[in-house]
């Protein structure tokens, strides 16, 4: 309509066309329901006063077909804003809009997007020990991003990459002959480099009551890595993620793709030998140094095989890639993108610079009973996801099969919503005693408990849950009623601005502010009221709040109960 406007005023007096408008929503409620400051932008181009330009627009616009129907009122301000009051039909649509479109509500239709298909790429652990609670920063992270992806229409493929190649996994093998050789950490035999936790007592265990059983080295690496992997699954299970594809690194040195690329690179000139090394010219690219591909004893430097690997996911057909890391691989980052121009160049491939996009996370402290904890008997030096989501789900040894599978669910909400709840560049605290507390400071219990609140109030209602499709919802009028459809009306905003700049943060702030706009309305308007027409309109209204609270807390991978 706005659009229109524009068009027809800029034809009327003979200007440029003028860009499509845009739409905001005011911070402040006291500013309306929508601002446009297209006025502010065409002013100057135009030649003319910004106010004067905004009223003659407002004008127009009131001319326009169906402008009753959609706004009540326009106003004039500051320098040129035009601030908008939706009319109460137009905010009500909302909820009907939700009642239809039910659990796909916010989401854009495959076809949408600007492409068809996106790689993630997240946890990725080494399979040299159980995985830890960064690798569950990196879970929480990957999966709500690869389903917030999904919402605008983009297939999704999630993959993990095993660094089962290199010096970490020639020392787990270690860890475990010395274990079976009867010692332990702290005797004088003991390696320097071995892994020091309670897990490599259990591996060494395992493997000498197995058929595989054989006093040799090669025999203990395999047996070490495939029983790692299986207990990674279990807990990967555990937190409720799942890949589509695990991509060992080791595949690509029997493949031949590392000595290809180290090949290409060469033949186009982008590297050099000195000092005994073979060097890469990631200066070339803007790295502040070139770096080591081979050094002096023939062994590569861990960027290398992560090019070859990207290149296979490019070769793939991935074209959009997100690697979601520690902020650790900061450093990782310039060298796997130059050695990927060069592959490019020598093999006649449009990569962007930028490929692939990075998600860098900063570590997560855990405190509990006040103290920061950073020691698990398992693990030797480190808290795993497990303990992360049994100390947060408040599991106990003497608990029955099912109170274990309820407290593990609730562990799980917790760590995930928590690890999601922040930037993934900020350092996170993770309370494990604010995770176990059942009240409102407890973000997720928040978020969780306005669910089952509704689902409280329905069943207490007890009518036909199809009935509410016809509910007069221009009987919502009140303040509190206002505030919660405006924040409903903004869920698939949120969706796509959050998928755009890969922060699903967003969504975990936007259901914790609907739960608060709920618990307000709640508070505030009686919905079992004796007017069986507002009782309706309330009703429907909770209706639509409920499957927006489902539709944002399963693309977070946390569950909607339905009682608490």
Known sequence: ????????????????????????????????????????????????????????????????????????????AGPGFINFRLSNAAKTAVVNEILTEGTHFGELPKGNAPVASAMIEFVSANPTGPLHVGH???????????????????????????????VQIANLALSVQARL?????????????????????????????????????????????????????????????????????????????????????????????????????????????????????????????????????WNRGFHKVINVQGSDHHGTIARVRSGLQGVAQKRGWDIPKTYPDYVLHKMVTVMRHGEEVKISKR??????????????????????????????????????????????????????????QQNDENPVFYV????????????????????????DLSLLQSKASDHLLRRLAEYPEVLTDAAAELAPHALAFYLRDLAGDFHTFYNADRVLVDDQNLKAARLALLLATRQVLQNGLKVLGVSAPVKM
């Open 1 to 76: 309509m706005l659009g229109s406007a524009l068009g027809s005023l800029a034809q009327e007096r003979g200007l440029d066309q003028p860009p499509p408008p845009r739409l905001e929503r005011p911070k402040a409620v006291d500013h309306g329901d929508v601002a446009c400051n297209i006025a502010l932008q065409l002013s100057k181009a135009w030649k003319l006063n910004p106010r004067e330009l905004a009223q003659a627009l407002v004008d127009r616009l009131q001319k326009e077909s169906g402008f009753d129907q959609l706004i009540t009122s326009c106003e004039i």
């Open 136 to 166: 569950g920063r990196q879970a929480a992270l990957g999966d709500a991003l690869a389903n917030l992806l999904a919402t605008q229409g983009i297939k999704v493929h999630r993959e993990f990459y095993y660094n089962d190649a290199g």
């Open 181 to 313: 050789n009867g010692l332990k950490p702290g005797d004088a035999a003991w390696p320097e480099q071995a892994y020091n936790g309670e897990y490599i007592a259990e591996i060494a265990a395992a493997f000498e009551a197995s058929p595989q059983y054989q006093e040799d080295l090669e025999a203990i690496r395999q047996f070490a890595v495939a029983y790692l992997r299986n207990e990674q699954d279990i807990d990967l299970k555990t937190f409720g993620v799942q890949f589509d594809c695990y991509y060992l690194e080791s595949s690509l040195y029997t493949d031949g793709s590392v000595a290809q690329i180290v090949g290409d690179l060469q033949s186009i000139g982008k590297t050099y030998e000195s000092e005994g090394a073979l060097w890469l010219k990631t200066t070339d690219d803007g790295d502040d140094k070139d770096r080591v591909m081979r050094k002096s004893d023939g062994s590569f430097t861990y960027f290398v095989p992560d090019v070859a690997y990207h290149t296979s996911k």
């Open 379 to 436: 693990a030797g030096s480190y808290v795993t996801v497990r303990d992360l989501v049994e100390w947060s789900g408040g599991v106990t040894p003497e608990m029955t099969p099912e109170e274990r599978e309820l407290a593990l669910q609730r562990g799980r909400d917790a760590v995930r919503f928590f690890l999601i709840s922040r930037k993934a560049d900020t350092e996170f605290v993770f309370d494990i005693d604010l995770a176990l």
């Open 448 to 471: 969780q408990y306005a669910h089952a609140r509704i689902n409280s109030i329905l069943q207490q209602w007890g009518g036909q849950i199809s009935d509410l499709a016809s509910a």
